[in-house]
């Protein structure tokens, strides 16, 4: 069986995507792989939480666990993508507050901040 070996500077190429400043990794489902990190060898693994502004209307807010009113709205959420599964959420502004739902919807000129944490 035949040795292949690649270089680290290619290696870092194929896997490092620099618009996202992530690496990339795929599986074909026929091999096992691990990933291993240990702040003891020096290792650093930065999270960014998601996060985003919305405004009246109904989202998308699969994903994300606090949601926080900036002004006036009426907040709804539904467990549902779709259909008319509305349940108003008690959300005084600018007090975060713990969710979990399919889909959020803002009623008023306010603004909504969801976020994944």
């Known amino acids: 069986m035949a040795e292949h070996y690649l270089s680290t500077d290619l290696i870092w190429k194929t896997v490092y995507d620099a618009p996202t400043q992530s690496l990339k990794i795929t599986s074909s489902g ?3 792989f691990a990933i291993e990190l240990r702040a003891e060898d020096g290792d ?8 985003t ?3 009246e209307g109904t989202h998308s ?3 994300m666990k606090t949601a926080c009113l900036y ?3 009426v907040v709804e959420v539904s467990p549902n993508d779709d259909g008319d599964s509305w349940h108003q959420l008690e959300l005084p502004a600018i007090s975060p507050k713990s969710i979990c739902a ?3 919807k803002l009623t ?3 603004q909504l901040v969801i976020q994944s944490n």
């Open 102 to 104: 399919r889909r959020i």
């Open 44 to 51: 650093s693994v930065i999270s960014k939480n998601e996060s």
């Open 71 to 73: 002004g006036e709205g």
């Open 30 to 32: 026929k091999d096992e």
């Open 108 to 110: 008023g000129p306010g």
């Open 53 to 55: 502004t919305l405004t």
């Open 61 to 63: 807010c699969v994903g």
